[in-house]
Every structure is written in C-alpha cells, then in structure tokens.
C-alpha cells in the first residue's frame, strides 16, 4: 500500500487540488481524514500497476506464488506496451490525492522500460504520487540513479525481515546479505547525490514468530531511510502456514464492507482492470475482469455494469460470486467508514466529531 511523503510545509500546500487531497496531508490521523481518504466516489485512489507478469525469483510463504498454481499461471512472461501505458495515464487527473503503484506480478525491476515509463508518468501527470515496490535483489546505484532522474517519487523496499534467518523463513531464498548490501548502496548513492527523492522506505512483516526483532529492525533501517515501517500479516485469502498474526482473527460476524473497491484497483499488463489487487493471485480471480484500459476510462469502467455489481455485494456482504473475498481479511485493515442502511451499508459522510476521533491503528495511509 502506498505511503504518501507529505510534510506540513508551503511545498505540500501548493500541492493541493482538493479537499482530498488536502485531507491526505493533513488529516489522516483522524477518522474525518480516513473517510475522505478511503471513499472514493468515481476512480480509486491508489491504481496498482503490474507493468510485467512473470514468475517470482522467490517464494515467500505469505505470497501466492508459493503456491504451484499460481507460480504456473505466471510462467509465460507479459509486459505492457506503451499504448496501453499512456490510454492508463490519461484516465487519472493530475491530483497529488491520485498514487500509481507499480508493485508488478514477480520483481518490478526486471522490467527494462521502467525508467521510462515512469519518466513518462511524470512528464504527463506531474502531480500524481508514483511508488515502486521491490524486494532488493536486483536494485543498485545504476538502476537508482535512472529511477531518481525519471522523476520517481518513491521506493519500496520489501525486505520482510530483520535478519538473514528469518528472510531466509519467510522468503525460502538466502538472497538476505545481497538485499542489504543494495539498499544500503542505494541510500549511500542518494546521500552522495544529495537528493531528497526517491523517499526510501522500508518493512519487515512481522507476525509473533518475529516480533521480537522487530524494533532492531525500526533502529537500524531508521538510520538509513526515510520510513522504516512494520507490517502486520494479513491471511490475504489465504492462510500462511509459519507466520501467526500478532492480533486475534476477526470474527466474520463483525465483518463490514471492505474499503478496497472504493480505494484501490489492479490494471495488468495487458491492460485488463481487476476489482482488487488480490485477484491477480487465485484463478477465481483472473477471469474476474471488469474493463479494459485500452478500450475505456477508469472513470468509465468504474461506472461499468460489473464493478457497480462487485461493489453493490460488498455493501451487502453477499460475497458468494467472490470467495476470494469470502477468506481475506484485509477489510478489517481498514477504517470502518461505513453505517448500516437497511439490507446493506452506505458511506457514512463526514461529521465534525470526525474532526476530533482519532484514526486508531489502520493501514489507510
């Protein structure tokens, strides 16, 4: 999920272009920030973007690529052409509220024209939050500086682990020493630059096997990089054998709406948009397709026939057509923004206590 690097200065102020956006920089740590951060009401916020399909050089155990199934599917290797690219970038408006994220299907920098498709991204919607995520392994000074003078706003950095036996755990590679050494070089060389973007951020997933490292992890990354994070594990529809989450399960009977139709989508090479990311990984999802990029809008297919069908079964939690739904947790990741209606649930608009509610402890943002 994309973190956005806005601090409470004139730059971020002239940044604004609504009162999304304007609520994004400012507000997210209150529930009023999270419901007009999270809601969105005609294209999502965050556009996922698999610019390559190809099997992952690792496999780690919280990814369906450890699965058989799924490393099969992505064997033949997929790219997107330039074609699709700009009909993608045409459909988001040059507000800095907007994020693509281009987290692809296997490592996103082995795809080659990256550079310049970012290089593009930015020249045409200069505004829009771009953010790489990669797993370390094949990123070095030269590959950095081609990012940095694209324009990218962000990287990051997937390193799941504290250390190399627990990376070795989670991702079944012993790839943990080449990982470091990079990233290290990378915020060596944009030290060296004296470059303040790409912001570098970094996390480890941390479930109770692994909590105990985890503030070693936050002191040492935190010397590094901009944001050193941690991310809980989420079962993500599917269960992770090895990895317990920190946190009790959610009783299914509390369950709400989740906030994912609303706040981000999935484009894949070929230019097919999926409801949520999460259907690139079951084949109860591949053929889950509501539009094509090359043949409408994203405001179009937003307003398509199928995507209202997909939202309209989450505001009434009848998720019997999408059982990758029915197993992931992800909703509870969330802030709840919903209230009870009837047979469903509708948007709760924003109210002035919201104002003063803390967030709590939620993925948005």
Same mark, same amino acid.
């Given at each position: 999920?994309?973190?956005?690097?806005?601090?409470?200065?004139?730059? @971020?102020?002239?940044?604004?272009?609504?009162?999304? $956006?304007?609520?994004?920089?400012?507000?997210?740590?209150? *529930? @009023?920030?999270?419901? =007009?951060?999270?809601?969105?009401?005609?294209?999502?916020?965050?556009?996922?973007?698999?610019?390559?399909?190809?099997?992952?050089?690792?496999?780690?155990?919280?990814?369906?690529?450890?699965?058989?199934?799924?490393?099969?599917?992505?064997?033949?290797?997929?790219? !997107?052409?330039? &074609?699709?690219?700009?009909?993608?970038?045409?459909?988001?408006?040059?507000?800095?509220?907007?994020?693509?994220?281009?987290?692809?299907? #296997?490592?996103?920098? &082995?795809?080659?024209?990256? $550079? &310049?498709?970012?290089?593009?991204?930015?020249?045409?919607?200069?505004?829009?939050?771009?953010?790489?995520?990669?797993? #370390?392994?094949?990123?070095?000074?030269?590959?950095?500086?081609?990012?940095?003078?694209?324009?990218?706003?962000?990287?990051?950095?997937? =390193?799941?682990?504290?250390?190399? $036996?627990?990376?070795?755990?989670?991702?079944?590679?012993?790839?943990?020493?080449?990982?470091?050494?990079?990233?290290?070089?990378?915020?060596?060389?944009?030290?060296?630059?004296?470059?303040?973007?790409?912001?570098?951020?970094?996390?480890?997933?941390?479930?109770?096997?692994?909590?105990?490292?985890?503030?070693?992890?936050?002191?040492?990354?935190?010397?590094?990089?901009?944001?050193?994070?941690?991310?809980?594990?989420?079962?993500?529809? *599917?269960?992770?054998?090895?990895?317990?989450?920190?946190?009790?399960?959610?009783?299914? #009977?509390? *369950?709400?709406?989740?906030? !994912?139709?609303?706040?981000?989508?999935?484009?894949?090479?070929?230019?097919?948009?999926?409801?949520?990311? !999460?259907?690139?990984?079951? $084949?109860?999802?591949?053929?889950?397709?509501?539009?094509?990029?090359?043949?409408?809008?994203?405001?179009?297919?937003?307003?398509?026939?199928?995507?209202?069908?997909?939202?309209?079964?989450?505001? *009434?939690? &009848?998720?019997?057509?999408?059982?990758?739904?029915?197993?992931?947790? =992800?909703?509870?990741?969330?802030?709840?923004?919903?209230?009870?209606?009837?047979?469903?649930?509708?948007?709760?608009?924003?109210?002035?206590?919201?104002?003063?509610?803390?967030?709590?402890?939620?993925?948005?943002?």
């Amino acid at each position: 999920m994309s973190f956005m690097n806005n601090s409470l200065s004139i730059s @971020a102020l002239l940044r604004i272009r609504s009162i999304k $956006s304007f609520a994004q920089t400012f507000l997210l740590d209150t *529930r @009023a920030g999270q419901k =007009l951060f999270l809601y969105n009401d005609e294209i999502p916020r965050v556009i996922n973007i698999s610019f390559n399909e190809k099997t992952c050089m690792f496999s780690c155990r919280m990814c369906p690529f450890a699965e058989d199934e799924v490393r099969s599917h992505y064997k033949n290797k997929s790219e !997107m052409n330039f &074609e699709t690219l700009k009909k993608l970038i045409d459909s988001v408006p040059n507000d800095p509220f907007f994020s693509f994220d281009m987290s692809s299907i #296997g490592e996103t920098l &082995e795809f080659e024209p990256l $550079s &310049e498709f970012i290089k593009y991204m930015k020249k045409t919607k200069p505004l829009v939050n771009t953010i790489i995520s990669t797993n #370390g392994v094949l990123i070095n000074p030269d590959k950095f500086n081609a990012l940095a003078d694209s324009g990218l706003d962000n990287i990051q950095f997937s =390193l799941y682990a504290e250390n190399a $036996s627990d990376h070795a755990h989670i991702t079944q590679t012993k790839n943990f020493d080449r990982v470091k050494e990079n990233v290290l070089s990378v915020c060596n060389e944009r030290k060296r630059r004296n470059l303040t973007k790409p912001f570098l951020q970094a996390f480890m997933i941390e479930c109770k096997e692994n909590s105990h490292t985890s503030q070693r992890f936050l002191d040492f990354w935190g010397d590094h990089v901009d944001k050193a994070f941690l991310r809980p594990i989420y079962n993500l529809g *599917r269960e992770i054998e090895g990895m317990t989450p920190n946190f009790p399960k959610v009783d299914k #009977g509390e *369950r709400y709406p989740c906030i !994912m139709p609303w706040y981000s989508t999935a484009v894949r090479s070929n230019g097919d948009v999926l409801p949520c990311y !999460m259907f690139h990984w079951s $084949s109860e999802g591949w053929d889950h397709a509501v539009g094509n990029i090359n043949d409408a809008s994203l405001k179009e297919i937003w307003a398509s026939d199928e995507y209202q069908k997909f939202r309209s079964c989450h505001r *009434r939690l &009848e998720l019997d057509g999408y059982p990758i739904c029915q197993r992931c947790d =992800l909703w509870s990741a969330y802030t709840n923004v919903w209230k009870r209606q009837g047979a469903e649930y509708v948007y709760d608009p924003v109210q002035v206590i919201d104002f003063l509610t803390p967030a709590g402890e939620y993925r948005g943002g």
